[in-house]
């Protein structure tokens, strides 16, 4: 199993993730079938039909439409989970799980799980754990070679990452600042 993660390239960080994929792949497709309903009733109604004849749903059970659904679903978590490595100055989690608080409380996050090298958080909103279908979980582990590694939904991941790379080099230019005032 691992060789094939590694064939295909996958970016996820652990073995938990990869068995969350036919999870994930499954609320995909019902949340993509979900929008295109709700999609199809809103033209419905904007296209001046009466509020009181039902649309016609059976276009929506096309086998063509049911099958690009389910493939777009499929896909999606591949695109659509990211974990990326952002360096940190030395000092392991001791030091640094604060501030990474504060930048997850910044963007909106609560934390979920502490161990002695991995933080979990999620979000505060329920509205937007809903949204994310409950798969809002993001995951900050420090590696060995003080090298965090962020997880979760790509659009969250690239956003808290901007976020820990100012943390990190307001830290660097505060240490270089005290080194050279020593």
Do not use: N
């Amino acid at each position: 199993m691992k060789a094939a993660k590694q064939a295909v390239g996958l970016r996820f960080v652990s073995d938990r993730q990869w068995r969350r994929y036919p999870i994930r792949a499954v609320k995909q497709v019902a949340y993509f079938y979900i929008f295109f309903m709700l999609l199809y009733i809103i033209l419905h109604v904007v296209s001046g039909k009466s509020l009181t004849t039902m649309p016609d749903f059976s276009t929506l059970f096309t086998p063509r439409l049911l099958i690009g659904l389910a493939l777009l679903g499929v896909c999606y978590p591949f695109i659509g989970f990211l974990s990326v490595k952002e360096p940190l100055p030395e000092g392991g989690m001791e030091r640094h799980e604060h501030p990474l608080r504060e930048v997850m409380s910044r963007s909106d996050y609560k934390l979920v799980k502490s161990e002695s090298t991995k933080l979990v958080f999620r979000a505060y909103s329920p509205m937007r754990r809903v949204l994310t279908m409950f798969e809002d979980d993001i995951t900050m582990e420090l590696k060995d070679d003080d090298t965090l590694v962020i997880s979760g939904l790509r659009k969250e991941v690239l956003r808290i990452r901007l976020r820990v790379s100012d943390y990190v080099r307001s830290t660097r230019s505060e240490q270089q600042a005290a080194k050279g005032e020593v």
